[in-house]
């Protein structure tokens, strides 16, 4: 049974900070990982998917990496700002249809 | 709209009501998927639909939970004989735009039994 898994489940830095979130799963038959961004009382936005064959994705100062063979992705954030703080979300797709599997979340603060 | 719209955006509702979410995925989109919320916790599957059947409704806690997309766009769920434990918010989502079957989010419904 596939579990996802996300280290820290919290996390407060200073703004302008450099920092990773850390997203792990059992099972490396995967076929997609994506994460997502959730804001307090709102739905989920997604910030980057990275297909079974490809090892990191980048969109702004957002970059995620994946090892399948290891089970993990990572989350990393440059020149974090207030405007970062949510809760981030992993999930793998155990297969191209069908459900997500979701980690717990990590909800980071950025201070001013 | 262009996103995935849910309605109502919260239920209050008393134990032992029956209650409807419904779901509008994005136009196009064959796939739809329910999720469940609670506080603090990530969202776990329900069911999904590829187009108007069913292709896995293993998610469903109970016979008290059913779902339908008879025209194979809006989807409703139900949920008979509410509990205290139903609560939390209810997520839809749908997929079917892109190669990767990417699956995009609507804003949830908030659900409190009381």
């Known amino acids: 049974k596939q579990e996802v898994t996300q280290i820290p489940a919290a996390l407060s830095v200073p703004e302008g900070e450099n920092l990773v979130l850390n997203c792990s799963f059992t099972?490396?038959?995967?076929?997609?990982l994506q994460w997502f961004r959730q804001d307090p009382g709102k739905g989920l936005t997604s910030l980057l998917l990275?297909?079974?064959?490809?090892r990191e994705q980048t969109s702004g100062r957002l970059n995620a990496s994946l090892d399948k063979s290891s089970g993990r992705s990572t989350l990393y954030i440059a020149a974090s700002q207030p405007g970062d703080s949510a809760t981030y979300l992993c999930a793998v797709y155990p297969s191209n249809t069908g459900k997500l599997i979701f980690g717990q979340g990590t909800t980071l603060q950025v201070k001013p | 709209g262009a996103g995935v719209s849910q309605t109502p955006s919260n239920k209050v509702t008393e134990k032992g009501k029956y209650v409807e979410l419904r779901c509008d995925p994005i136009?196009?989109?064959?796939?739809l998927y329910w999720y469940r919320q609670s506080l603090g916790q990530g969202p776990e599957f329900l069911i999904y639909f590829q187009g108007t059947g069913a292709a896995d409704d293993s998610g469903l806690p109970n016979d008290r939970f059913f779902a339908v997309r008879p025209e194979g766009s809006v989807s409703t769920l139900k949920i008979q004989r509410t509990e205290r434990g139903d609560s939390a918010v209810y997520l839809c989502?749908?997929?079917?735009?892109?190669?990767?079957?990417?699956?995009?989010f609507g804003p949830g419904t908030r659900l409190t039994v009381l």
């Open positions: 136009s196009g989109h064959t796939a």
């Open positions: 990275i297909q079974s064959s490809q």
């Open positions: 989502a749908s997929s079917g735009g892109t190669a990767y079957n990417e699956q995009f």
């Open positions: 099972d490396s038959a995967i076929y997609n």
